[in-house]
């Protein structure tokens, strides 16, 4: 998808696209709504100093298969401000960017967390919008759902994670994992990894990586992340550290990119050692990565299938906000891992049967959904 034209439109999306800017906070940023025939436009708010707008469209387009394989009725869109998240600013622009979106916002998008954002940004967008919109991810203390604290996310990709491993006879039980990124998602991948007997070797933050071929100590890396914020990697003792991106290529068996997109190349993917990839991180494999890893028969949970987990939280959110009853987080990861399990099997028994890549058959099962959403609505023929 390329947005320096309009040759980035096809037949799914996006519906629309509207930047908004504010000289005064310096606020530059986007909304992206792909495709709605499932319903409104949902997915999180990213921040970034180096954001584009087609890593926006690239992850509204991930959402509208997210929430069609999850089958779950809302649309796929994603927003994203162009900012430092880590500057004293960041409140004042992203109440001038919830501001700037509020015609949009009531009828067609529903704020959430993505990188760079917070439970307590959820909370300060809501404030922002008062009855013209929602966020969610807010902290429980406001009757939020903090799916971030929570790591909703990272427990369903580590299910996924079980889930491949036994299609495939093996075990988790010792199982070597590297986790990239050690962040909401791939520290909580990596406690559940740990609970589930799992052995998590190598851990990576972008200040650089942890390695450990007999397992790091999870426990102290989740205290070290609670007190050191991502700079954890220059506070553990007990492990060799590597450079950023040295951990994809790590023996292992098990390899989850939780960072950032287009991560794993072909040259990653060629290199890696481990049998099961689990995609954290949306957009982590290239296209030529995912033929590779294909013919290499190494199994791959596609980004839209493991981490939607965040998706499944969000839609309780959603229903939360109309409850007065504290909302728990038992049950909504027992919803995800139900939901997450079942899907993860399905892809990859559909692209051993027809020959196809995980993503490949992934996409069937959500294009599915959406075309038939689309043909109920009239927006296209019948098929
Ligand atoms: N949060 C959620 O519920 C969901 C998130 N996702 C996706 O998961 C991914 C991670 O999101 P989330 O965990 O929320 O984000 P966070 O901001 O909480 O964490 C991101 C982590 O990745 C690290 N990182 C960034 N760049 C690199 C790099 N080059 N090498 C290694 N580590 C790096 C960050 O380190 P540092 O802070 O030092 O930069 C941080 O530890 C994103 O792709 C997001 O879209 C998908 C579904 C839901
Ligand atoms: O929709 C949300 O609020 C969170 C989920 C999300 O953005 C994602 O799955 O990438």
């Known amino acids: 998808m390329r947005l320096d034209d309009l040759s980035h439109a096809d037949a799914w999306g996006p519906e629309k696209i509207v930047t ?14 792909d495709n709605t ?43 994203g401000v162009r900012f ?28 959430g967390l993505d990188m760079g954002l917070t439970e307590h940004d959820a909370a300060v967008i809501q404030d922002e919008l008062g009855a013209r919109g929602a966020a969610v991810g807010s ?46 998602v791939g520290a909580a991948a990596a406690e559940r990894l740990h609970e589930l007997g799992a052995r998590v070797v190598a851990v990576s933050t972008a200040e650089g990586a942890l390695h450990a071929p007999d397992g790091l100590d999870v426990p102290a890396l989740l205290q070290a992340r609670s007190q050191w914020g991502d700079a954890l990697v220059h506070h553990v003792d007990g492990s060799r550290p590597l450079a950023a991106g040295e951990e994809l290529t790590l023996p292992a068996d098990v390899l989850i990119p939780a960072a950032r997109q287009d991560v794993v190349d072909v040259a990653a ?42 998706v499944v939280a969000a839609a309780y959110a959603m229903e939360a906000r109309s409850s007065v009853f504290p909302v728990e987080p038992g049950p909504i990861r027992a919803a995800v891992s139900e939901r997450l ?31 038939t959403a689309m043909e109920i609505r009239g927006r296209v023929r019948s098929s």
Request: charged share 25%; glycine share 12%; net charge neutral.
């Open 84 to 111: 430092d998240p880590a500057s004293a600013d960041k409140e004042a622009v992203l109440r001038a960017f919830a501001r700037a979106l509020s015609s949009e916002v009531p009828e067609e998008y529903v704020f």
């Open 139 to 184: 902290p429980s203390e406001v009757g939020g759902v903090p799916y971030d604290q929570w790591g909703v996310t990272g427990y369903g990709v580590a299910e996924a994670v079980d889930e491949a491993v036994r299609r495939d006879g093996a075990d988790l039980h010792g199982a070597r994992v590297v986790v990239q990124g050690f962040g909401a």
């Open 341 to 371: 399990r079942a899907n993860t099997l399905h892809v990859l028994e559909e692209a051993a049967r027809g020959a196809l890549t995980s993503h490949e058959a992934a996409r069937h099962l959500a294009e599915r959904r959406v075309r």
């Open 20 to 33: 908004v800017s504010d000289t005064r906070t310096g606020m530059r940023g986007v909304l992206v709504i």
């Open 37 to 79: 025939a499932r319903g409104m436009g949902k997915g999180g708010t990213r921040m970034g100093p180096a954001l584009t707008v087609t890593e926006v469209a690239r992850l509204a387009r991930v959402m509208t298969w997210k929430w069609a394989a999850v089958d779950l009725f809302f649309g796929g869109a994603k927003a």
């Open 269 to 310: 993917a060629r290199d890696l050692s481990a049998s099961v990839v689990v995609e954290g991180a949306n957009l982590a494999l290239t296209p030529k990565a995912q033929a590779v890893l294909a013919e290499r028969g190494v199994s791959v949970v596609p980004d839209f299938i493991a981490n939607a987990g965040g």
